[in-house]
């Protein structure tokens, strides 16, 4: 499985920017999928994820209400939407798969995915 994210880029404080990954593989509509972020010295933190079953979407407390997940089974990929962003929303943004067998960690644990992406970087200015 190989993850390809994109989307990232400046933009000022209370703007939208839209992250995309794209997933290979032929079965992406059994990846359960995240989003992942990490500012520079701080610890990575969970952003967002979306099931397959009814795409249950779960997110990450700072996040709540500005982001939203979803996913196109039809094109592989999984998008985040952030609207109302802020200059701690800055970080590099990691798309993440959880693949059959699917793991046991919390959902909101990094080490429940298999694979990750490359990252791409959101700086927002105040």
């Known amino acids: 499985v190989q993850l390809q994210a994109s989307g990232g880029g400046l933009v000022q404080a209370g703007g939208p920017l839209r992250l995309s990954c794209a997933a290979s593989?032929?079965?992406?509509?059994?990846?359960?999928m995240g989003w992942f972020r990490q500012a520079p010295g701080k610890e990575r933190e969970f952003v967002a994820r979306?099931?397959?079953?009814?795409?249950?979407?779960y997110y990450g407390d700072s996040v709540k209400g500005r982001f939203t997940i979803s996913r196109d089974n039809a094109k592989s990929t999984v998008s985040l939407q952030m609207n109302s962003l802020k200059p701690e929303d800055t970080a590099v943004y990691y798309c993440?798969?959880?693949?059959?067998?699917?793991?046991?960690?919390?959902?909101?644990?990094?080490?429940?995915?298999?694979?990750w992406g490359q990252g791409t970087l959101v700086t927002v200015s105040s």
């Open positions: 979306i099931d397959l079953k009814d795409s249950i979407t």
């Open positions: 593989g032929r079965t992406f509509s059994r990846y359960v």
């Open positions: 993440a798969a959880d693949t059959p067998p699917y793991g046991t960690s919390w959902y909101n644990r990094g080490n429940r995915y298999d694979y």
